[in-house]
Nanobody
Framework: QVQLVESGGGLVQAGGSLRLSCAGS????????VAWFRQPPGQEREFVAV????????IYADSVTARFTISRDNARNSVYLQMNSLKPEDTAVYYC???????????????WGQGTQVTVSS
């Protein structure tokens, strides 16, 4: 099993940056695909990015490509989401999730963090 804890959310102006962290605990964290999802107010949870165990595989949603970067440090059991050029439409609760397989569908992920709020003001 894997336990996940997100941090780094907050309030930022449009055009600004934030770096989210996802700290994992449990055995063999490096074997898991870790993804970021977000849930805007009143909307369904949506895929943002996913990274493979070695970090070589990285996939992004079209809406964040070239603005967000996902990375991981397996020595620290952590995955990061660097968010640049933030827009008001990026406002959401951001969640990290882990699974043994590469997935983009939230309902298929086995392990979730509690979420961290990101608010982008215009």
């Amino acid at each position: 099993q894997v336990q996940l804890v997100e941090s780094g959310g907050g309030l930022v102006q449009a055009g600004g940056s934030l770096r989210l962290s996802c700290a994992g605990s449990g055995r063999h964290f490096e074997n898991y695909f870790v993804a970021w999802f977000r849930q805007p107010p009143g909307q369904e949870r949506e895929f943002v990015a996913v990274i493979g165990g070695t970090g070589r595989t990285r996939i992004y949603a079209d809406s964040v490509t070239a603005r967000f970067t996902i990375s991981r440090d397996n020595a620290r059991n952590s995955v990061y989401l660097q968010m640049n050029s933030l827009k008001p439409e990026d406002t959401a609760v951001y969640y990290c999730a882990a699974d043994s397989y590469l997935r983009r569908v939230a309902s298929l992920y086995d392990y979730w963090g509690q979420g961290t709020q990101v608010t982008v003001s215009s």
